[in-house]
């Protein structure tokens, strides 16, 4: 267990529709990251909050959107969605400024667009 | 920007055989970090590498760091059924920023 949490765990939808996702980091870290992962692909790195603060990002769709809470947990909100935005979602955080800024990953939201 | 490439993709041992994946960077890297993920699971921090040449060893496995910092391998050796799973790379090019994971190279082991 990384100690970041993932919600819901599966989510089956429409096209058209929109879908929230849910992250809360471990304990202590301020930076949350968002990855796509689609079927036996990589990690696509889709966008970094730190500290309520949008701080880099990555390949995301304009019809994505993400938000960091003041009490440091996230939301990836994604809309009019299409067959292939169905992948699984990762959530990430670290420390962010530490020596060995590792990520611990969350369990993932697998999405399928029907 | 930065690349991150991981070869091979794919790789099919038998259990027993020796399995190397190989991480390049299109720049130079400050740090570069491993990660497994196993069927079904999330990627799972395994140890980052700081110092040009940087050996670093866990049990089975073998990390290396290049002396320029543009590449880094991992060697797996008398693979078990266990290792299966996907590694990744992941290449920082400045301390502070963000972290480019490589495509990954899924491992399968026969028993």
């Known amino acids: 267990d990384s100690g970041v949490t993932q919600t819901p765990k599966h989510l089956i939808t429409a096209t058209g529709q929109r879908v929230t996702l849910r992250c809360s980091p471990r304990s202590g870290d301020l930076s949350v990251y968002w990855y796509q992962q689609s079927l036996d692909q990589g990690l696509q790195f889709l966008i970094q909050y730190y500290n309520g603060e949008e701080r880099a990002k990555g390949n995301i769709l304009e019809r994505f959107s993400a938000q960091q809470f003041p009490d440091l947990h996230s939301e990836l909100n994604l809309s009019s969605l299409e067959l292939g935005d169905s992948a699984l979602y990762f959530c990430?955080?670290?420390?962010?400024?530490?020596?060995?800024?590792?990520?611990?990953f969350g369990p993932g939201t697998r999405l399928t667009v029907l | 920007g930065q690349q991150v490439m991981q070869i091979p993709q794919y790789q099919h041992v038998q259990e027993g055989e020796d399995f190397t994946t190989y991480c390049n960077s299109s720049t130079t890297l400050s740090n570069i970090q491993w990660y497994k993920q196993r069927p079904g699971g999330h990627p799972v921090f395994l140890i980052q590498l700081v110092k040009s040449g940087e050996v670093k060893k866990q049990k089975r496995l073998t990390f290396q760091f290049g002396e320029a910092k543009k590449n880094s391998s991992l060697h797996i050796t008398a693979t078990q059924t266990t290792d299966v799973g996907t590694y990744f790379c992941?290449?920082?090019?400045?301390?502070?920023?963000?972290?480019?994971f490589g495509e990954g190279t899924q491992l399968t082991v026969n028993p």
């Open positions: 990430a955080s670290s420390v962010e400024g530490a020596p060995a800024d590792t990520q611990y």
């Open positions: 992941a290449g920082r090019e400045t301390s502070g920023s963000r972290l480019t």
